[in-house]
């Protein structure tokens, strides 16, 4: 089950955006049906699942590594109150490098013009910096996720709705392009995807140039899968420009509950996160009816090969 959180918790009491990202106790495990019930998704194994909050913890996670362990860092759909009060209305799935965790946010006004990613940095006591980026012509204003390349350097994330490109900007704190908050966070390429995708809620590097994504598309746009875990590969390793990227959709992602789906609100596929020491893959979906208050985190390993 994800490793508790509670060590990163007593540590970000500093500020209270820390203290509302980080869960306060360990998820709940989740009933697991036997091993050969476990749900294949392309060459991801299922090896079982936990119950977070849907309040605190349904947006996304991230593995982080600070005081000599490894802990979950949750989003959810409470907001820090400073973030809050600078417009900002929703956090997506954060992600983790270079001893930074770095979490998109999108603009709560009505016609807005920019999007924020937050960077704490784990060894400073998790001080956070807000680094602003002004929408381009034709940019949308979500910002669903946050992915950084596995050399550090680069940060990928994503707008919603129906998209052929996710968008690259420099990795704040990391990158000398972006080491300054006071400065705009330029955009600098794109991932060009050959295939159109559909709400992507969020994407992790698996390798230097394969990404896998969970998506909320109800409607199959790639492949006719509903719900699909997505993999994307890149012609090359992100290097701040344009990049091509092959899209497969790998299945649907599992939907399990007690409740009916049959009814509002739906499953609701959120983000994910990929431990490289560990080699595993974890997925949140929000559970339908009366279980909306429940997320299902379910993890994965990859079968030999699958992660190259």
Same mark, same amino acid.
Request: hydrophobic share 35%.
């Given at each position: 089950m994800p490793r508790h959180t509670a060590p990163l918790a007593a540590a970000a009491t500093a500020t209270a955006a820390a203290a509302l990202t980080l869960a306060l106790a360990a998820p709940a495990t989740a009933a697991t049906p036997s091993k050969a019930a476990l749900p294949t998704v392309g060459p991801w194994q299922a090896t079982g699942s936990s119950l977070v909050s849907s309040l605190f913890q349904n947006q996304g996670l991230a593995t982080v590594r600070a005081f000599g362990g490894d802990h979950l860092w949750y989003t959810g759909n409470v907001v820090a109150p400073d973030a809050q009060l600078k417009g900002w209305n929703h956090v997506g799935d954060p992600d983790f490098s270079s001893g930074y965790v770095v979490e998109p946010y999108q603009s709560g006004t009505a016609s807005p013009t920019s999007k924020m990613f937050r960077?704490?940095?784990?060894?400073?006591?998790?001080?956070?910096?807000?680094?602003?980026?002004? +929408?381009?012509?034709?940019? !949308?204003?979500?910002?669903?996720?946050?992915? /950084?390349?596995?050399?550090?350097q680069w940060l990928v994330s994503g707008e919603w709705g129906v998209q052929n490109r996710l968008l690259i900007t420099p990795m704040p704190k990391v990158n000398k392009a972006a080491d300054d908050p006071a400065n705009d966070l330029p955009l600098t390429g794109r991932v060009v995807l050959d295939k159109p995708v559909r709400d992507v809620q969020g994407c992790v590097f698996t390798t230097a140039t394969r990404l896998v994504c969970s998506s909320d598309d109800g409607y199959g746009t790639v492949d006719g899968v509903v719900r699909p875990l997505l993999q994307i590969d890149l012609a090359n390793a992100p290097d701040g420009q344009d990049v091509a990227g092959h899209v497969t959709a790998l299945?649907?992602?599992?939907?399990?509950?007690?409740?009916?789906?049959?009814?509002?609100?739906?499953?609701?596929?959120?983000? +994910?996160?990929?431990?490289? !020491?560990?080699?595993?893959?974890?997925?949140? /979906?929000v559970q339908p009816g009366l279980c909306i208050p429940l997320t299902t985190v379910w993890e994965f390993k990859a079968v030999p090969q699958a992660v190259r």
């Open positions: 960077v704490y940095d784990t060894a400073n006591g998790f001080r956070s910096s807000d680094f602003v980026h002004k +929408l381009v012509p034709g940019e !949308a204003m979500n910002n669903s996720f946050a992915a /950084v390349s596995r050399d550090g299945g649907p992602l599992p939907m399990e509950s007690a409740c009916k789906a049959d009814g509002q609100p739906a499953f609701e596929t959120e983000g +994910l996160d990929y431990d490289t !020491a560990t080699g595993v893959l974890r997925v949140e /979906v």
